[in-house]
């Protein structure tokens, strides 16, 4: 057999065809026998044969998945718009209805594409948009161009030259199609301008039926408008004021869709939508898809646009490190979509500028700085000194890029790309303490009594805060099973440590620093110069936010030590692997940070039997969750300065933090006898922070 089959792949195509008739022969009982020889998950591969040759060949017999299927549906299907337009496809005398129904469907297209579908198999289902000049009725022939350059504005410029997609994304290829290259945008919007100011002199529709289509051209027109004003930081305020407009004219779209009704065709005429019209460009996919639904589209756009109209609200924020990672973050967790994604991408970095206004590596000077205040960074320093310190800062730029540019992401490559993101840290890590030791004799001269780490402390922060995120969203992705919880809660309360003691460092040292200045400005006073105004070092928002997080995750520890100390955390039987694997395998990227250290499982479970003591824990968790509650209310009753969106989280963290602490005084009582039901995780009110329910 192998001979044969070697001959036979040494042969000309030629000598192949003419070959196939007397070279079949029947290996069946030959192939049963070799196979028979083969371990169990043992797989052949040679040089003629491996396993992608031997998948390729397999025949899956389902018209949706296997190419080499030609069903009935894909051999009657439309070819093109001129054979539409022989099999009777209607283009004109369409009622205010019909127009109607055709307009959502193809913002229904829209949605269904920029969730990850081709355009062959959405918006070019539309016969209509291969040629919009066959369509006699201008209302929609309009609509139809103006649509077009809609998803070629999207596709070249949002999309592409943004860095925040993935496969699973959306699909970027063309395939071909054409977007009315020769229209350019503003004739388009142009044209449907005019069209709203000529409706009113359309006999076949009603008064409410030109209303409706008016709401469409217009909410179409404003989209395109908005989107195109995003692209230049400096209109920032009619970008805002634009899509404000936008999101009003939707929400009069919305309670419309109803409206709208299909085309009525007769068997074997031509359908305005052809599922099967581009099968022949999907050759590596399925033939046909499920497409939103004129509902679903209005949820799609209704949150997309939420999430476009808090992406132009970004240029308006503070230019600082901490408020703009702060407004990120936030965004993110709206779950965003991927055209809201892009756009906040591309507003942070026009022409390598920081909202298009100042550099990343002076946002970053200044973030060290107000932390702690390293002899590198500081005026009045000779240029060799300085010139370290802004080299750093270079360095740190490249990764704070990086950071942002996760951020826009789904989260579900977030976290992977955060993971990525820790060898990098390790680096910029080591480049710090280099740079700390080199100053560690002026440091000292300086500040005798406080730490000379200054810029490894500030790197140690962002590390912490990294894992810290990387951990919470294996929440947000529901990764974690109840019985993992305790460690991953354990981990981020040992993280918070790190944290924790950074921060206090890094504020006295500031303080130090603050007073030294303070000293010698009185000393260069006396001599006749110009006094300083002295710095105000407080806590920060962050420092305080993370001590709450801290007290936080002591009492989910406590309480779920407590749970599963009473045999309410069921284990699964561990056949194949055991609790330590599984625990070095979670956290097992935390081994490529050199700082914080990396805590091995032993010490996990030497300290989680300190806690296995039901009483004592669920009184602690009581204690912690307290705590938080305090911390929260003198967080929002002290920093003026805090932002709504912090504002808005805080209040979510008190609301869990209280539920929690109420659970926990309860199975404290003895409120909850029955220990065989399991507890169950919360996720509807935050999600990263659970509310922990007993049964």
Known sequence: VTEKFTRKHTMSDGERFQSLDNEWIDVTEKFKSAAGKLDLGELLHSGTFSLFSAMSATELMEPKTDMGMASALALTA???????????????????????????????????????????????????????????????????????????????TCIRQACAIEEEDFNSSSLGFTFADSVPVSKAIERVAAQITQLSAHDGWSDEEKGIISTRL??????????????????????????????????????????????????????????????????????????????????????????????????????????????????????????????????????????????????????????????????????????????????????????????????????????????????????????DLHFKPLEEARTPEVSSAALGSWVLTVSVDVCTRYLLQGFHLRLYRTFECTAVFWYLERLYRWCNVTCREALARAKT?????????????????????????????????????????????????ACEAEGRVSFPNFEFTTEEIMYNHRFALFRSLDTPAYNEHATFVSHKKELLQVKKAYSAAVSNFEQAQKLIEDCIETQLTISHSLKEELVTLQKVAKMNAFISNLAMGGRFPDVSKPITLDQSIHPYFPVIKLQ
């Not at 499920?290 to 609200?313: G, I, K, N, P, S």
């Not at 030294?516 to 009185?522: D, H, Q």
């Not at 110069?529 to 420092?543: P, R």
């Open 218 to 435: 217009q909410f179409l027109s404003l989209l395109v408008q908005a989107l195109q004003q995003m692209d230049d930081p400096k209109n920032v305020q009619k970008s805002q004021r634009l899509m404000q407009q936008v999101r009003e004219c939707f929400a009069k779209l919305a309670p419309t869709i109803s409206m709208g009704t299909t085309l009525a065709t007769a068997e074997g005429q031509a359908r305005p939508f052809e599922p099967l019209m581009n099968a022949h460009l999907l050759q590596m996919s399925m033939r046909t898809i499920t497409t939103l639904t004129r509902e679903q589209m209005v949820e799609f756009f209704q949150h997309e646009l939420e999430c476009l109209d808090a992406a132009a609200q970004l240029p308006s924020c503070h230019t600082s490190l901490a408020c703009l990672l702060e407004y990120f973050h936030f965004f993110s967790r709206r779950n965003p979509g991927l055209l809201s994604r892009c756009k906040i991408h591309g507003l942070l970095r026009p022409n390598d500028l920081v909202l298009g206004r100042v550099q990343m590596a002076d946002l970053i000077r200044e973030a060290i700085d107000a932390f702690s205040a390293p002899i590198c960074l500081q005026a009045g320093q000779p240029p060799e000194i300085k010139d370290v310190g802004l080299a750093f800062c270079g360095l740190a730029a490249v990764l704070f890029f990086k950071v942002f540019e996760i951020l826009c992401h789904n989260h579900g490559r977030q976290r992977r790309k955060f993971g990525k993101l820790l060898m990098d840290l390790n680096q910029l890590q080591s480049e710090a303490n280099g740079i």
């Open 78 to 156: 439309i070819q093109g718009p001129e054979d539409a337009l022989k099999r009777g496809l209607q283009v004109d005398g369409f009622s205010g209805t019909q127009v109607v129904g055709l307009m959502d469907d193809l913002l229904a297209m829209l949605a269904s594409w920029l969730t990850g579908f081709s355009l062959a198999q959405t918006v070019f289902t539309c016969v209509y948009l291969h040629d919009p000049s066959m369509v006699k009725n201008d209302t929609l022939q309009a609509f139809l161009v103006l649509y077009l350059k809609l998803c070629a504005h999207i596709k070249d």
């Open 513 to 561: 620093v603050a007073e030294v200045e303070a000293v010698l400005s009185k000393k260069m006073q006396k001599k006749g110069g110009k006094k300083k105004k002295a710095k105000d070092i407080k806590a920060s928002v962050e420092a305080r936010v993370c001590d709450l997080q801290g007290a936080m995750f002591r009492g989910y520890l406590t309480l779920l030590c």
